[in-house]
Nanobody, 118 residues
Framework: QVELVESGGGLVQAGGSLRLSCAAS???????MGWYREAPGKQRRMVAT???????NYADSVKGRFTISRDNAKNAVYLQMNSVQPDDTAVYFC?????????????WGQGTQVTVSS
């Protein structure tokens, strides 16, 4: 069973930086990994994704400010958040897709709160 555990959230001032980490347990190989966020009263939305080959995709609202990266050896994905803004306040969730046996699976972490003060 694969478990995703996030860390690195917290309170940061506008214009500051924060780095989120997500580690996946187990020895299965992760395909696409990504970060999503859910602001109060809003739907969960994609922030950034990265394939196993390193191809990245970003939401327009974070392009140029956030950087997603991964360490395949550690089954980990990271989100470097720079120049954060109050609109970035949300619970951030890690997501990963993997193959195991004959099946394809995906899972979510428990979420980590990011609060940006103005």
């Amino acid at each position: 069973q694969v478990e995703l555990v996030e860390s690195g959230g917290g309170l940061v001032q506008a214009g500051g930086s924060l780095r989120l980490s997500c580690a996946a347990s187990g020895s299965v190989f992760m395909n696409t990994m990504g970060w999503y966020r859910e602001a109060p009263g809003k739907q969960r939305r994609m922030v950034a994704t990265i394939t196993s080959g390193g191809i990245t995709n970003y939401a327009d609202s974070v392009k140029g400010r956030f950087t997603i990266s991964r360490d395949n050896a550690k089954n980990a994905v990271y989100l470097q958040m720079n120049s954060v803004q109050p609109d970035d306040t949300a619970v951030y969730f890690c997501n990963a897709e993997w193959l195991e046996g004959a099946g394809s699976y995906d899972g979510w972490g428990q979420g980590t709160q990011v609060t940006v003060s103005s």
